[in-house]
């Protein structure tokens, strides 16, 4: 048994990012580079959780097996549903500056549907934006701060928001065992 996360890392490795430039994507690369980068890992097991996974399976096809999709919380859907009726780009809502612009051009009546749509969902993610010494933060403190935040703040957790609307796929290999 291991006893220890340290001992964990000696048999399980962790990709964290393929990137390949666009002017080589489409002819395998990123295939390549994952298939023949498993094996030098020394480790018997990889995991990997990629958002692209979802839409090009390289990893997929370079041995790896798909074990599960993180699909986005219901919070953040619920968010999704205030912004896209107040007309956000939520293409764009990885953009501070998009953001900012976008909620400075805003109503009064629009700001406060944000901060009412942000209010009612407490993900985790959302109170750990307001807890200064805390991990998580608390939901006493996040319903306090919320009707205050400035409107960086608002952007800072609508980015956060389409940070957790990205599927997550979780991918595993296994080293296979050599001989009989």
């Known amino acids: 048994m291991i006893a220890s996360a340290q001992g964990l890392d000696r048999v399980r490795a962790t990709s964290y990012r393929v990137v390949v430039h666009p002017k080589y994507r489409t002819v395998g690369l990123g295939v390549k580079l994952v298939r023949e980068t498993l094996a030098l890992a020394g480790t018997d097991h990889v ?90 933060g608390t939901r006493e403190a996040y319903q306090k701060e919320i009707g205050n935040a400035s409107l960086k703040k608002l952007a800072s957790l609508i980015k956060i928001c389409g940070f957790l609307m990205q599927t997550k796929v979780y991918l595993f290999w296994k080293k296979e065992e050599m001989g009989c």
């Open 47 to 136: 995991e990997m959780s990629a958002v692209m996974a979802k839409y090009n399976p390289f990893a997929e096809k370079a041995g790896m097996k798909k074990i599960a999709e993180q699909h986005p919380p219901k919070e953040a859907e619920k968010i999704m549903d205030a912004l896209e009726d107040l007309e956000f780009n939520t293409q764009l809502l990885g953009s501070t500056n998009y953001l900012s612009k976008t909620l400075q051009a805003l109503k009064e009546d629009g700001v406060a549907k944000i901060r009412e749509a942000l209010a009612a969902q407490r993900h985790p993610r959302f109170l750990k934006s307001f807890s200064n010494d805390l991990p998580f």
